[in-house]
């Protein structure tokens, strides 16, 4: 009889243990399963948006983040969206790889009633929740701007394109041949993609180099392919010859803004990632509050008067 006493004692201590465990592991279990599918992370400005998005999601314990890298591959993206789609996250966050080939993937996702942020680059469609981004085009038409200031209205430029099927690209774009319109004098000489990578940046700037005896400034649609036209100008001994202009303006070693500081740019505009906006308004969504369909992130310029005052935090 003690024995058997003992046993059922026994038993009933682990039932209540087991179930005080699995209490805990309910009450710690994500209420909301949100994907982020991100078009790469070789970028130091993604890397820092992908940071943002982590940091700001491991805040709220009832959120549990997925995220997929599709190494700028428009096939790769389109398949992590599918994965997506078929665990069922509660929301999706994505930044396209390109617009045309992302678009119709995400169309899938938010007519299937998964609500999706769109982030920096948009899509060919209003199927979205909401999209968060700076204005490119008032970004690229305020560089074309200082553009034609520092060449008093005339020279000869080498503008190194982001992915030109990304939207951020076109917009950059189209915003800097708007900002030197009125300047008939200011010729673009060479344009190439460099796919937003220091490195394409760096090679396409040799190219140029080679065929240009004269270059008076290079637009890199990003800090780093400016920095690697910089870069290669200054391995021929011709990067005095020159202004370089960037957008991004990431604080920290390598960034835009040290770069003005350094003097290897001349001006860099600060291109915020939206990363935790997005996550702070991801939740807004899932606990069923109204967001605005459009988020415009602001911009501003830093040249080599503020830029110190920008990277301590003064400004």
């Not at 940091?55 to 314990?61: R, T, W």
């Not at 591959?73 to 789609?85: C, H």
């Not at 920096?120 to 490119?136: E, H, M, P, Q, V």
Request: charged share 25%; with cysteine.
């Amino acid at each position: 009889m003690k024995r058997s006493s003992l046993q059922v004692i026994a038993i009933a201590v682990l039932a209540i243990l087991f179930s005080s465990c699995g209490k805990k592991n309910n009450a710690a279990a994500p209420k909301y399963i949100i994907g982020f599918s991100q078009c790469n992370s070789a970028e130091p400005w993604r890397e820092a948006m992908n940071k943002q998005i982590e940091s700001e999601a491991a805040k709220h314990p009832e959120i549990k983040l997925l995220v997929s890298d599709a190494q700028q591959s428009n096939a790769r993206q389109v398949s992590d969206v599918e994965n997506f789609i078929v665990r069922g996250v509660n929301l999706l966050m994505i930044s396209p790889n390109e617009a045309k080939p992302l678009t119709g993937v995400v169309e899938k996702a938010y007519d299937a009633g998964i609500p999706v942020i769109v982030i920096d680059r948009k899509i060919l469609s209003d199927k979205y929740t909401c999209f968060i981004g700076a204005n490119n085009e008032l970004i690229g038409k305020e560089a074309g701007e200082y553009a034609a200031k520092l060449l008093h209205g005339k020279g000869r430029v080498v503008e190194i394109w982001g992915l030109k099927g990304s939207t951020p690209a076109i917009e950059r774009h189209d915003g800097f041949m708007e900002g030197i319109k009125n300047y008939p004098g200011i010729k673009i000489i060479y344009s190439q993609d460099g796919a937003w990578l220091r490195e394409k940046g760096r090679s396409i700037m040799e190219n140029a180099l080679q065929r240009f005896d004269k270059i008076d400034l290079v637009f890199g649609q990003n800090d780093p392919m400016a920095i690697g036209a910089y870069l290669a100008a200054k391995d021929v001994g011709r990067a005095k010859d020159m202004y370089f202009i960037g957008i991004d303006g990431l604080p920290g070693p390598g960034g835009g803004i040290q770069a003005v500081i350094d003097g290897k740019l001349n001006a860099t505009f600060i291109y915020p990632t939206g990363g935790k906006i997005a996550v702070q308004t991801a939740l807004k969504i899932l606990k069923g509050e109204k967001v605005p369909k459009d988020i415009t992130l602001s911009s501003v310029s830093i040249n080599p008067q503020d830029a110190k005052e920008y990277l301590s935090g003064e400004k």
